[in-house]
């Protein structure tokens, strides 16, 4: 095809006629017929002669409009186009000068309804086109290849505004950079062209009239007075245009399915069973259109057929008597079997199989009927709810016609969304961006797990509307509707605070925890680079394995992390792994919400944004560790139910005491933690404590060495602080002197339990001190009280330590570990 | 100026007339089914609404009520849709026919300002009583 613009070929000729005529001089042509016929008629009514001529003159204003608005508006593409000049839309080529350079073609893009919808959609102003498009007239023959290089390979019919708007973006050198800058890639403006065209068909269609079978269509079926008043007629919705229905390629087989079974001489009936969020309703909504149109070729006994959904809750507030209600349901039935047309639809059918609120076990009375096979029903039952009703009542499901409806890919998904938001946009007064329905699905895949798709992209779309800036719905409203009802934490840190935590996330954890200054430092690197948008999307944020007798601050991290960053301790979800030892435990692990909230699935489900600490993970039974590999490789854990749950923006911290005593050798024989860190890994690995292949699904395996004393003197100052913290509501300090410290690290160390019998022997002494006293009244609001080495002597006694450490071994041993 | 009008009646006497044919026949198709013609006839004596449908067992009298029934249902039914097919053949025939004379004037409308130019100089106009 010739890439050469034709400035006189007839059809971009008839363009410029075209929008030379639009608008108002349209409307003034229309004022001129009018004049000439009414005044021509009137004055041949009156007599004058001269009418005739005026009668006649209206025909050339007539003519003109017919010609504009037959084929002058958009003239049609020729059908054995030579060049560009043949497929160009009309409303860009009444806009090109007649030797157009690519800024010329993206001005005269920008002018029309296709430039708007990019504009709006994408992101892509009149301002940044024109920017990046070459001003050489040059470079204009480039963008016609690239643009009719789209054309074949769309085969849309012509080349539209979209694809000039891809072909000088390709132009420009650096337009990955430019459109990730938008979150966009080049084939994203493909999606763009083929969702405008797409958008442009539906309207078409909406507004096309529709052949649904006319006035006499419904006079040989019976009247439906019941079924009025307790059902949702759909054919009747769907005739007078209240929905829109998109007709998904993965519901296509159901829907054959279903035609068959209602074309078929046998069991009138069909059950839809799916997930909930898979689009059953759509399907049977899909159903009725089809059998309303009169061009399907659908057999005459299915033809124009009404399907009816009944209103379960008005059913039970109508009847709510047992009896009631199946005395109104056998009349409906027997309504909807009278009238010959209807085809009866119980959405949420479980509603009317099992005893609970807002249902009834109606299994009796519709038994019968279905085994019957006459009436003409579709069930809507939701998977798990189907394998119940069949396990209790297998006759009923035998007599059932199943029909599977799985959930939808990823390009039907966004299909549906594209032509859903037209709904979304109309009721909430809302523009979705390209942008937004990407991030819709992408988040709805990872985070929300009680539907399937479409319907749970579809959710986080509504809901995103809420989260609108100046009514346009952007990838922002997205991840802000997400981080609302999850807490989760998607965008890359912009706020100034977040951005200082992150910096200075080390100094942060080291406020409530000394030393460890290597463990500290992996897990903040971890953090700051999940944060940075630079970590693999598909792991967790980081997974760790902390080793190190116990006492040693482990767990401590694990705390201080959920509250530094996450925003709180009760952001942790913590698993102690020695109540996993069965091989039956792992049903525990992965347990269904509803029945088990404890579950690690469950949990995390409900906060996918935390530290999930394992705790004595070489406690668990082998199969429980097979189980964890999963998370901690892809960031996936499958529950009961099969739900994927997602742990990627989690951080996974497995703690162990295994090699306590080896570290603590190593230590005592002088060696630095880099030194044997390697070694002691190869040691638990040969000893069968761990498996190398569950090792190495860790990010980093950290030692945490024992706290000498010199460190356990700052503990000692740490936990000081947390008392005054809590004395602060009483307006009292409290203040250890430094010989005091001495004695309290003297007496509380010991190698085997490390700081945490310490930690009990200063609370025990310091806040018996201060109980005694408040209560003695030797103390005011704004008073310090001292405490010295005489008098943590006489609590623990002289030379106590023995006492105390068994006395706090003992303790530990029985209720705590780290 | 000369290609304008060569370019407009070059479509008025191709694409033009014929987006009027398939104007007209859409048209047509959209009465026709409004008015579902075929679909009255098909079901010209079924009983009307379903009323008194239903089969009836027991005594001879009853059914032959019954049958009664259904009969003046039919006829009912026949009735009504009968009127129906009439009104909508008068209205289908209707349109065919003025479809077809605008379609027959729609070439020699680009003469209508010479033809009233001729009418004018001619003088006649309609004498109204």
């Not at chain 1, 080049?186 to 052949?211: F, T, Y």
């Not at chain 1, 200054?517 to 760790?544: E, H, K, W, Y």
């Not at chain 2, 014929?18 to 075929?38: G, P, Q």
Request: one cysteine or more; proline letters at 4%.
């Amino acid at each position: 095809m010739d890439v050469t613009f034709e400035y006189t070929h007839p059809r971009i000729a008839k363009s410029r006629i075209g929008k030379l005529l639009t608008g108002l001089n349209e409307r003034l042509l229309i004022v001129l017929i009018l004049v000439f016929s009414v005044s021509g008629i009137a004055l041949i009514v009156l007599g004058v002669p001269i009418g005739w001529l005026m009668l006649g003159l209206a025909a050339w204003p007539y003519g003109i409009v017919a010609w504009f608005r037959g084929e002058l508006k958009r003239v049609p593409v020729e059908t054995s186009p030579r060049s560009i000049a043949g497929v160009l839309d009309s409303d860009i080529a009444s806009c090109l000068p007649k030797n157009p350079s690519p800024k010329d073609i993206a001005s005269a893009v920008m002018q029309t309804q296709a430039g708007l919808f990019y504009a709006v959609r994408f992101g892509i102003t009149p301002n940044f086109l024109l920017e990046i498009a070459s001003p050489e007239q040059s470079h204009t023959t480039e963008v016609w290849d690239d643009t009719l290089e789209l054309f074949e390979e769309l085969d849309q019919g012509s080349v539209t505004a979209g694809m000039l708007i891809y072909a000088i973006i390709k132009q420009f050198p650096e337009h990955a950079a430019l459109l990730a800058h938008n979150h966009l890639e080049l084939d994203d403006l493909k999606q763009g062209i083929v969702w405008q065209l797409h958008l442009g068909m539906l309207v078409e269609k909406h507004s096309a009239p529709g052949r649904t079978g006319g006035i006499g269509r419904d006079w040989s079926f019976g009247y439906t007075p019941l079924l009025n008043r307790f059902g949702q007629n759909i054919s009747q919705q769907i005739a007078a245009g209240g929905l829109l229905n998109v007709e998904l390629e993965s519901h296509k087989d159901s829907l054959d399915q279903l035609i068959d079974t209602f074309s078929s001489e046998g069991r009138q009936n069909a059950v839809l069973v799916g997930e909930t969020g898979v689009g059953k309703t759509t399907v049977v909504h899909a159903f009725a259109e089809r059998l309303l149109d009169a061009s399907s070729k659908l057999p005459g006994s299915l033809k124009f057929r009404q399907v009816v959904m009944l209103d379960s809750a008005a059913l039970l507030s109508a009847a709510p008597g047992k009896g009631e209600l199946e005395d109104l349901i056998m009349r409906i039935f027997s309504e909807a079997f009278s009238a010959k047309n209807i085809i009866l639809c119980l959405d949420d059918a479980q509603l009317f199989f099992e005893e609970g609120i807002g249902s009834v076990d109606l299994a009796n009375v519709l038994q019968p009927i279905i085994d019957a096979g006459r009436l003409r029903l579709i069930l809507t039952m939701d998977e798990q709810r189907f394998l119940q009703i069949s396990r209790r009542n297998p006759s009923l499901v035998n007599s059932l016609n199943r029909v599977s409806i799985k959930p939808s890919s990823k390009d039907d998904t966004l299909r549906v969304m594209q032509d859903q938001l037209i709904v979304n946009e109309f009721k909430r007064k809302v523009t979705y961006t390209y942008q937004s329905l990407q991030e819709s699905y992408k988040l709805s895949e990872r985070y929300v797990h009680d539907l399937a798709m479409p319907g749970r992209a579809l959710k986080l779309l509504e809901s995103a509307a809420g989260y609108a800036e100046n009514g346009l719905v952007t990838m922002n409203s997205v991840q802000k509707a997400i981080e609302q009802t999850l807490g989760v934490k998607i965008a890359v840190a912009s706020e100034t605070t977040e951005r200082e935590t992150l910096l200075n996330l080390e100094d942060k954890i080291h406020e409530r925890m000394i030393n460890q200054v290597r463990a500290v430092g992996v897990v903040s690197d971890a953090l700051r680079r999940a944060r940075a948008g630079v970590r693999n999307q598909n792991r967790p944020i980081g997974t760790f394995l902390f080793l190190g007798p116990t006492g040693v601050g482990k767990t401590e991290l694990a705390k201080a992390l959920a509250d530094v960053y996450f925003g709180g301790e009760d952001r942790m979800i913590r698993l102690d792994l020695n109540e996993y030892v069965r091989n039956e435990d792992v049903a525990r692990l992965i347990a269904d919400g509803a029945d088990d909230p404890s579950s690690l699935t469950a949990q995390a489900m409900k906060q996918p944004f935390s530290v999930v600490l394992l705790d004595e993970i070489e406690k668990a039974h082998p199969n429980v560790l097979t189980t964890l590999l999963q998370l901690l490789d892809e960031g996936i854990l499958r529950d009961v139910k099969n739900r994927e749950v997602s742990f990627r923006d989690a951080v996974v911290i497995a703690t162990s005491n295994a090699g306590a005593d080896r570290i603590r050798e190593y230590i005592d024989r002088g060696y630095k933690m880099e030194q044997f860190e390697d070694q002691l890994v190869d040691e638990l690995i040969n000893s069968g404590q761990f498996r190398p292949e569950f090792l190495n699904r860790f990010d980093e395996i950290v030692t945490f060495k024992p706290l000498d004393k010199p460190e356990l003197m700052q503990v000692i100052d740490l936990i000081i602080a947390g008392t005054n913290k809590t004395l602060a509501s009483q307006k009292i300090t409290v203040a250890v002197d430094q010989a005091a410290k001495e004695i309290l690290v003297e007496r509380g160390y010991d190698p085997r339990l490390g700081a945490r019998p310490m930690r009990r022997i200063v609370q025990r002494v310091v806040e018996n001190h201060i109980a005694k006293a408040i209560l003695s009244g030797s103390v005011n609001p704004g008073a310090t009280i001292t405490i010295t080495s005489t008098q943590v002597e006489e609590t623990l006694g002289k030379n106590d330590k023995a006492a105390a450490i068994e006395q706090e071994s003992g303790y530990t041993a029985d209720s705590a570990s780290d | 100026m000369s290609m304008i009008i060569v370019w407009a009646l070059s479509w008025w006497y191709s694409a033009g007339w014929k987006a009027r044919v398939v104007s007209l026949r859409e048209r047509l198709a959209a009465s026709y089914d409004y008015f579902s013609i075929d679909l009255l006839l098909r079901t010209l004596f079924s009983p009307f609404r379903q009323i008194s449908a239903g089969k009836v067992s027991g005594p001879i009298g009853l059914q032959l009520r019954a049958f009664v029934d259904r009969l003046i249902s039919r006829i009912i039914g026949s009735i009504v849709r009968i009127i129906l097919i009439f009104v909508g053949a008068v209205w289908l025939a209707l349109q065919a026919l003025i479809g077809a004379l605008l379609l027959v004037i729609w070439p020699l409308l680009p003469f209508a300002p010479l033809v009233g130019f001729i009418m004018m100089l001619s003088g006649w106009v309609p004498v109204w009583m």
